[in-house]
């Protein structure tokens, strides 16, 4: 059975860009020799391999040719690395590393524009992250022009850096309109909900439509997450987490008591409260598997009641509100 020339090559250029992956995460700087990149993917003809590599060369990969070599050494770009991530392959673009560095960097020139440049270990200080996941997103954002670096040696490529004007600019297009990095398609449009009053339907069916999404967890941070808030509850899919936190406010009255009844039915529920002068957030927030995040401008059990809006959060707001979170949970009380 034949298939498609383009079938085929799309199915060696995947290869080819996993394969690059794999050496990048090794070193960021050296590559792929081209024997060896003929020897792991053996499965394919040499000739193939050589043509879909000059086909993507200057864009998803840098080749180097020497005498007598079509393929002396080749290394995947950051182009190439936003490619084989945007079909599902595991890459640093998973993680929120690349803007962590970058917000580093953007505060240092604050302090001292022009000449910021932090070296590597005070970065890897205010990133907190691995090391080798720093380097690589380093990697990254200098390739795409976004950071500058100096030095090198030691089997490091760089030993000081410092975000560019260009850099400057994406990351406060990322922190003001949620522009990503790469960008994901047009400039995302965060949504608006206007409710009440007397729009109690109204409430619920947006409630209702955002946690029904959810896979793995359901986040609600409520200062007055009274009893009512379980009758939402229920829209929540089987076996997805549940997490509240609220204030002592309202945990009395047969709290507990209502709270049990709404985990006979959905176990996979933790409630716990923190003292009313120890609660640090204004809104009331509902955050879909730490991926998607909405505020609300009043407490969800009678949200329809009162006029007020209910906001998609931007990314770097949802997660500051996650990183809020993960501390208040630790030092709240455990109700069920």
């Given amino acids: 059975m034949f298939c498609k020339m383009s079938e085929k090559d799309d199915k060696i250029k995947r290869e080819i860009l996993k394969l690059l992956y794999e050496a990048f995460e090794e070193s960021p700087y050296r590559g792929q020799d081209g024997n060896t990149l003929f020897e792991e993917l053996s499965q394919f003809k040499e000739n193939d391999i050589v043509y879909n590599v000059q086909r993507m060369d200057s864009d998803y990969v840098d080749n180097n040719a020497a005498i007598g070599r079509k393929i002396s050494t080749v290394q ?48 890897l200080d205010e990133v907190g992250s691995d090391e ?11 390739e795409k022009r976004l950071v500058d670096t100096l ?40 949504r608006q ?38 009758d939402l509850l ?25 709270v049990n009844q709404f985990a006979n039915q959905h176990p996979e529920i933790e409630v716990r409260e923190v003292s009313d002068s120890d609660w640090p957030f204004h809104d009331r927030y509902i955050i879909r598997d730490r991926e998607d995040g909405w505020a609300w401008g009043h407490s969800f059990h009678d949200a329809g009641d009162t006029q007020h809006t209910a ?6 707001n949802r997660d500051n509100i996650v990183n809020q979170f993960n501390n208040i949970w630790q030092k709240g009380g455990v109700i069920v």
């Fill in 234 to 258: 229920k829209h929540v899919p089987s076996g997805v987490e549940i997490k509240v936190v609220t204030s002592g406010r309202v945990t009395g009255q047969g709290y507990q008591q209502r």
């Fill in 76 to 123: 995947i770009t950051a182009k190439g690395i936003e490619e084989i991530s945007g079909q599902g392959h595991p890459t640093i673009l998973d993680s929120n590393i690349r803007y962590n560095v970058l917000d580093a960097l953007y505060n240092a020139d604050r302090q001292n524009p022009g000449h910021a440049y932090l070296t590597r270990d005070n970065l």
């Fill in 311 to 316: 906001s998609e959060l931007r990314p770097i």
């Fill in 132 to 142: 080798d996941e720093v380097d690589l997103n380093v990697w990254y954002l200098k």
């Fill in 193 to 230: 909900a206007s409710i009440g009053p007397n729009e109690s339907g109204k409430a619920e069916n947006l409630f209702r439509d955002f946690v029904e999404l959810s896979r793995n967890e359901i986040i609600i941070i409520d200062r007055y997450a009274r009893k009512p808030l379980y």
């Fill in 151 to 190: 030095g090198g040696g030691g089997g490091l490529f760089y030993h000081d850096t410092k975000i560019t004007d260009q850099g400057i600019k994406r990351y406060e297009q990322y922190v003001d309109d949620g522009v990503e990095i790469p960008r994901s398609g047009a400039k995302k449009t965060f």
